[in-house]
């Protein structure tokens, strides 16, 4: 999960870009990048951390022009730690190209063979970003001759990258001297949407970002979201061109966007989050009166901030009453996204406060919107009990997380996921609640599509079924053998 956003304006887009990403932030913590295009020369910046403590003013000067992209990391393959491993990745041909990429790559081994020993490209990093900018680059290369580029090259040069490349991606990239182009893959996993705003006598100005509320903070209309397998190409005169580029392409939205991921004020494939997840708590509420004993219980409580729309849902369809019982300290990370399992469980207690007036004698219902390693559910209810609650009922939005996730959350291996291998009351056991309830699959699939038009999801953390059809238990292996490299 990664935040990227890509503008072509007519004036400089430094701080543009960097406005952007302050609203993505809450898609990755680990680093961030900007870079600009000014004519033929392209300037970037990338640093570690977060993005209001990363960029300095002389940074902000030498991103020059009025073309640029930008992109917010947390890892999810290749280290969080090495600087050289964020976002952009740069190529000096044809042209010059500069990518930011959201997503996870399934077929690295096979691309770092054919890149190294048919393409002859040489890669300095683990990072699959690296592997997707290098194949674009071979790929256009293969179709243009001397100085002109038209978008009949570049759409041909994606179809090509779809056929070579497995998994997700939503990626934009700067191509020096010419434009911007963004793609999706074939499946649609990873979001991207696209926005126009019109100055005047100077023409369109063009977005595309991860999350609507990108576009709508930057008074842009939103035009769409792009089509999976499409890509755009927005030239530096503001003229946009758009294409379908996959054989078979097949919208399968990322399920983990709408529970967790995503801002509720965003709206992805036609489907607004929050409204997502006021549906989640309902048909939540309906398992909870059959597996519970809601006659006992006394207030229904959100971990917030994400599950509380589904919390007041809950609520208002058992008719208990609602209540904050957790402070949420909001100048700390999200834990989901921490890099490691020491960090994650060292941050609950710096996250979050137990207010013990909310919970002595009480029997508490707590809603999170997911339940992944169990290890922020286990200190929540601990912090519940201490703060005096009497029994705790822990509920989940979102099924039970019992296979890794390689489309590009940080699920990487199933020993970490507290449901693999566990029955519920098991897993109830290990978090020390009382009860412990889950939303069904297919209710989170109906409640997430309910009036969209979409007929799938990618739910492969919650199925085992993996859209792409070539995640094997060998790849799988694999991946939990390296995920540190």
């Given at each position: 999960m990664c935040g990227i956003v890509g503008i072509v304006s007519s004036s400089p887009v430094n701080q543009q870009v960097y406005d952007a990403l302050a609203l993505l932030q809450h898609r990755g913590q680990d680093s961030t990048g900007i870079?600009?295009?000014?004519?033929?020369?392209?300037?970037?910046?990338?640093?570690?951390g977060q993005v209001r403590e990363a960029y300095r003013t002389r940074d902000m000067r030498s991103l020059l022009g009025t073309m640029g992209l930008g992109h917010v990391r947390y890892a999810t393959r290749g280290s969080a730690s090495k600087e050289e491993e964020a976002q952009p990745f740069y190529v000096n041909a044809p042209y010059g190209i500069i990518l930011v990429h959201n997503g996870n790559l399934t077929n690295t081994r096979e691309l770092t063979r054919e890149l190294f020993e048919v393409d002859r490209r040489h890669l300095n990093t683990n990072s699959d970003t690296e592997?997707?900018?290098?194949?674009?680059?071979?790929?256009?290369?293969?179709?243009?001759?001397?100085?002109?580029?038209?978008?009949?090259?570049?759409?041909?040069?994606?179809?090509r990258l779809h056929e070579r490349v497995e998994g997700s991606y939503a990626a934009i990239a700067l191509i020096a001297g010419h434009g911007l182009l963004a793609f999706r893959d074939p499946f649609g996993i990873r979001p991207l949407v696209l926005g126009r705003r019109t100055t005047g006598l100077t023409g369109d100005e063009w977005i595309v970002?991860?999350?609507?509320?990108?576009?709508?903070?930057?008074?842009?209309?939103?035009?769409?979201?792009?089509?999976?397998?499409?890509?755009?190409?927005?030239?530096?005169?503001?003229e946009m061109v758009s294409r379908q580029c996959a054989a078979n392409p097949r919208l399968a939205p990322c399920s983990f966007e709408y529970v967790y991921l995503a801002r509720p004020d965003s709206v992805m494939n036609g489907i607004s989050v929050y409204e997502a997840r006021l549906r989640l708590g309902n048909r939540l509420a309906t398992s909870i009166e059959r597996y519970a004993p809601t006659g006992n219980i006394d207030v229904v409580m959100p971990i917030p901030d994400s599950s509380r729309p589904a919390a007041m849902q809950v609520a208002q369809k058992l008719g208990i009453e609602y209540r904050e019982g957790f402070y949420k300290n909001r100048y700390v990370g999200r834990t989901f996204i921490m890099p490691g399992q020491s960090e994650r469980k060292k941050s609950v207690k710096q996250k979050l406060n137990a207010m013990s007036s909310e919970f002595a004698g009480k029997n508490i219902l707590i809603v999170d919107d997911s339940i992944v390693r169990g290890t922020t559910s286990r200190e929540i209810v601990e912090m519940a009990r201490a703060a005096g609650a009497n029994e705790v009922t822990f509920t989940s939005a979102a099924p039970p997380v019992r296979y890794p996730h390689v489309y590009g959350i940080n699920m990487p291996t199933s020993r970490e996921l507290v449901a693999h291998g566990r029955k519920i009351p098991e897993i109830a056991q290990e978090m020390g609640a009382d009860h412990l309830i889950y939303q069904e699959v297919e209710d989170m699939q109906a409640a997430i599509l309910e009036g969209s038009g979409i007929t799938e999801l990618e739910m492969s953390c919650f199925t085992g079924d993996y859209i792409t059809g070539t995640v094997s238990p060998e790849y799988l292996a694999w991946v939990e053998a390296n995920q540190n490299s």
């Open positions: 870079a600009t295009a000014e004519g033929r020369v392209l300037h970037f910046v990338k640093a570690k592997l997707l900018v290098n194949v674009l680059a071979h790929e256009l290369q293969q179709q243009v001759s001397g100085e002109d580029l038209d978008p009949d090259q570049v759409f041909a040069a994606i179809s970002a991860s999350e609507s509320l990108v576009l709508e903070a930057g008074d842009y209309e939103i035009v769409r979201d792009l089509a999976p397998g499409e890509a755009v190409f927005i030239a530096s005169n503001g």
